[in-house]
């Protein structure tokens, strides 16, 4: 016995399966150089489990004296909101500290370290830094392929919805003319 299911159970099984591929966007993943490219808000939830590693990630940064910090949205860093941030320590690489850089989104590269003593940053007010930046550079916004990735789910979803309303309209048409 074979079973066969409609178009719309099919098309139900399809979407299902590409809202569950669009999660994945946020996950962390790990590279053969020995970087993990993560998100800001992972590091700032689990920073024991960055501790020591080479990590990679996106955030509002803010170079300026006595703030030179990473923080995840840029209204944290207008509030100063430094438990959702990370110092950024060019101390040890000089020559990666970024010119003519005030404020922005950026990509970082380099060492995680949690501090749950004695802070990081100035007066020690960070609970991490990020340290031997190997890699700064500015983006225009970090979400920009993932708002693109959002609109050709939404594109998806009113053509799934469009081929149920045809499907739907289509098999009222047949019922009558019978």
């Avoid at 703030?67 to 110092?87: C, F, K, P, Q, R």
């Avoid at 979400?143 to 309303?165: E, M, P, S, T």
Wanted: with cysteine; glycine share 8%; proline share 3%.
């Amino acid at each position: 016995m074979r079973i066969t299911y409609s178009p719309l159970v099919r098309l139900g099984s399809l979407l299902a399966i590409l809202c569950c591929c669009r999660e994945l966007h946020g996950a962390e993943i790990p590279s053969r150089d020995g970087i993990t490219y993560t998100s800001i808000f992972r590091l700032i939830a689990n920073p024991a489990e960055y501790d020591g590693k080479v990590v990679h990630f996106t955030g509002y940064a803010v170079i300026e004296f006595e703030n030179t910090a990473v923080y995840a949205m840029g209204d944290a860093a207008e509030n100063g909101d430094v438990a959702s941030s990370v110092w950024l320590d060019f101390s040890k690489v000089s020559s990666s500290r970024p010119k003519h850089f005030h404020t922005g989104y950026a990509q970082i590269t380099g060492t995680f370290h949690q501090h749950l003593e004695r802070g990081a940053g100035h007066l020690g007010l960070w609970p991490a830094s990020v340290d031997q930046v190997t890699a700064f550079s500015r983006v225009d916004h970090p979400y920009n392929f993932f708002g693109r990735l959002d609109l050709v789910f939404f594109l998806l979803l009113l053509l799934a919805l469009g081929a149920i309303w045809l499907l739907k309209s289509s098999k009222g048409r047949q019922q009558t003319c019978r």
